[in-house]
């Protein structure tokens, strides 16, 4: 009998250290939402054309940056509502953010993207685009199996 609990507690112990490994490796694999929202913000040439954009790249939380909105559990960044912003930039740009998997909801109404819609815009929950009257061509197709595929709101 005590070989058993032995043995159990072993594999017991043996689970905790793959669950803590796994959730502590895909953490540290995670891209930085700070990098990826300065990314962004530098290609669509964030410090000359867009009207609002207090506190970015400042020491401050992401959370607190100018259309930041971070979820209640802390800085896991959930939406990026930039509308009316003057933001300036190819589509393409959009792709950068989905290298920050909290972030579900853009906003990005009355701004002056340019291009086809990437293929990454259906990796949201929610994409408000109205207004963007430079953006031009189909939406991509995709791939109905494609587990990135999150959409379920999409307005233009």
Same mark, same amino acid.
């Given at each position: 009998?005590?070989?058993?609990?032995?043995?159990?507690?072993?594999?017991?112990?043996?689970?905790?250290?793959?669950?803590?490994?796994?959730?502590?490796?895909?953490?540290?694999?995670?891209?930085?939402?700070?990098?990826?929202?300065?990314?962004?913000?530098?290609?669509?040439?964030?410090?000359?054309?867009?009207?609002?954009?207090?506190?970015?790249?400042?020491?401050?939380?992401?959370?607190?940056?100018?259309?930041?909105?971070?979820? =209640?559990?802390?800085?896991?960044?959930?939406?990026?509502?930039?509308? &009316? @912003?003057?933001?300036? +930039? $190819?589509?393409? !740009?959009?792709?950068?953010? =989905?290298?920050?998997?909290?972030?579900?909801?853009?906003?990005?109404? &009355? @701004?002056?993207?340019? +291009? $086809?819609?990437? !293929?990454?815009?259906?990796?949201?929950?929610?994409?408000?685009?109205?207004?963007?009257?430079?953006?031009?061509?189909?939406?991509?197709?995709?791939?109905?199996?494609?587990?990135?595929?999150?959409?379920?709101?999409l307005v233009l």
């Amino acid at each position: 009998m005590a070989r058993r609990i032995s043995s159990l507690l072993a594999f017991c112990s043996l689970i905790a250290i793959f669950i803590a490994f796994a959730c502590c490796h895909d953490a540290a694999n995670a891209a930085d939402p700070r990098a990826v929202l300065m990314q962004f913000f530098n290609a669509t040439d964030g410090s000359t054309s867009w009207k609002h954009k207090a506190n970015w790249g400042s020491s401050q939380t992401v959370c607190k940056w100018y259309g930041v909105h971070c979820g =209640t559990s802390g800085n896991a960044v959930e939406q990026l509502s930039l509308p &009316d @912003n003057n933001i300036k +930039g $190819p589509t393409s !740009s959009i792709a950068i953010l =989905t290298q920050i998997p909290t972030l579900s909801h853009i906003v990005f109404h &009355d @701004n002056s993207f340019t +291009g $086809p819609f990437p !293929s990454s815009i259906f990796n949201f929950v929610s994409v408000d685009f109205r207004f963007n009257y430079d953006v031009t061509g189909p939406l991509p197709d995709v791939d109905a199996n494609d587990s990135n595929i999150r959409i379920e709101k999409l307005v233009l």
